[in-house]
């Protein structure tokens, strides 16, 4: 952990005294110990200290809002590409434009070896996998986002790899997430096996389409059953749960959040600009409807 704290005091340097990635990656070997992966993931640096990360979520193009969010104190950015128009070129823009320290996460709009491997290729140190409801798909998402000899991704001349130095095959994979949202009951059914693949390294509670998906809400027996059996299944493999911001503080074991989209924070800004007060929100606790955090 020595060589990890001296790599992130760095990092933060070298971002604002040249805002160049080709700066940051430079103090990224030079801190490096021989017999230690170099870990510029700040997220699954945390979570691996018992920490707890939040991640800000973003569906705009626009690189001045994506630069805001990204410097507000962020961990992550979910970068929102299943629910939104987003581009794969946009995404591209925005994180080699503003390289903040909120690390982008991008939730693909599937498991398909065209948006995995395009979103790593961008630069994506998380790949957010929606719907997961087959090992199958997972696996897949596994194998697009990881080099040999644990997946399949492929070698490209403009992968975001070129600013990251010769070792980078090895630096992906021991930096890249895989984190698998489990949103419907064929998903829960096998949330055993989906946490126990080595490569998983978060599972996400939709707590919204989880419900949706069931015909219950949060509070129901049923549905709280479930949320349970996700988490409980995750913990025992050893990996991190995920959920909504709203959840925060609320329930037991849950170390990794999805927090509210750049609208939303644009409104509460606006409110306590205005009327000296933030806007009203759900009681503590209690998850927000489908599309106010995206999930």
């Known amino acids: 952990m020595k060589t990890h704290t001296r790599f992130f005091a760095r990092r933060l340097l070298s971002v604002c005294a040249s805002g160049t990635l080709a700066a940051l990656f430079v103090v990224a070997g030079a801190v490096q110990a021989a ?3 170099a870990m510029y993931n700040t997220v699954k640096a945390k979570l691996e200290r018992g920490e707890q990360v939040v991640g800000g979520t973003i569906s705009t193009s626009d690189p001045n809002i994506y630069c805001a969010m990204a410097n507000a104190g962020f961990d992550y950015l ?8 987003l581009t794969y070129q946009e995404v591209a823009t925005m994180i080699r434009i503003c390289p903040g320290p909120a690390l982008p996460f991008i939730r ?7 948006d995995v ?29 990881k080099y040999p000899p644990i997946g399949k991704r492929s070698l490209g001349g403009g992968q975001y790899g070129t600013l990251w130095g010769r070792d980078y095959r090895q630096s992906a994979n021991d930096n890249i997430m895989v984190v698998a949202m489990i949103e419907s009951p064929a998903g829960t059914e ?19 389409d989880l419900g949706s ?10 549905y709280e059953a479930a949320v349970t059996r996700i988490r409980d299944a995750t913990l025992r493999a050893g990996k991190y749960v995920a959920g909504p911001s709203a959840w925060k503080g609320t329930r037991d074991g849950y170390t990794f959040f999805q927090g509210p989209p750049e609208t939303a ?11 000296g007060v933030a806007e009203p929100g ?4 209690v998850a927000p409807i489908e599309g106010s955090e995206g999930h």
Request: no cysteine; proline share 4%; hydrophobic share 45%.
């Open 282 to 285: 759900l009681p503590r606790g």
């Open 213 to 222: 998906f069931m015909g219950l809400r949060q509070g129901d027996e049923e």
């Open 78 to 85: 979910w970068i929102e590409m299943q629910h939104s128009s």
């Open 108 to 114: 693909v709009p599937d498991a398909t070896e065209g």
């Open 35 to 37: 017999d230690d992966p």
């Open 117 to 145: 491997q395009k979103a790593v290729d961008i630069g994506a140190l998380g790949v957010i996998v929606p719907m997961v409801d087959s090992l199958q798909k997972i696996e897949n998402a596994i194998t697009f986002a």
């Open 265 to 275: 924070l644009i409104r509460s800004g606006a409110r306590l600009s205005l009327d």
């Open 190 to 208: 096998i949330v055993e096996q989906i946490a126990g693949l080595d490569e998983v390294d978060v599972v996400f509670v939709a707590s919204t």
